[in-house]
């Protein structure tokens, strides 16, 4: 099993940055996939960005320029870093892990709330 806690989420004004970190534990294997999606009350979840395990990363449009996910092998973490972050940005962000033998798990999740 693979346990993930997300950490970094809270409140920035208009313009400001947050650094999302998600660290796995238990039963990681050797090759996996982590990513974030976001989802907002009453709105469908959204798929934020994602990291391969050989680095290759994708983002949604909406936030490509402004974000940056990275991983640490080592440490089985990956990092979401925000900028020039916008109201649209406000909702709870999770983070996810998956392989193909173990599926997908998800995260609690954080809350980012970008508010002037």
């Known amino acids: 099993q693979v346990q993930l806690v997300e950490s970094g989420g809270g409140l920035v004004q208009p313009g400001g940055s947050l650094r999302l970190t998600c660290v796995a534990s238990g039963s990681i294997f050797s090759f996996f996939t982590m990513g974030w999606y976001r989802q907002t009350p009453g709105k469908e979840r959204e798929l934020v960005a994602f990291i391969n395990n050989d680095g290759s990363t994708n983002y949604r449009s909406s936030v490509k320029g402004r974000c940056t996910i990275s991983r640490d092998n080592p440490k089985n973490t990956v990092y979401l870093q925000m900028n020039s972050l916008k109201p649209e940005d406000t909702a709870v962000y999770y983070c996810?892990?998956?392989?193909?033998?173990?599926?997908?798990?998800w995260g609690q999740g954080t809350q980012v709330t970008v508010s002037s």
């Open positions: 996810y892990y998956y392989t193909t033998t173990q599926g997908q798990y």
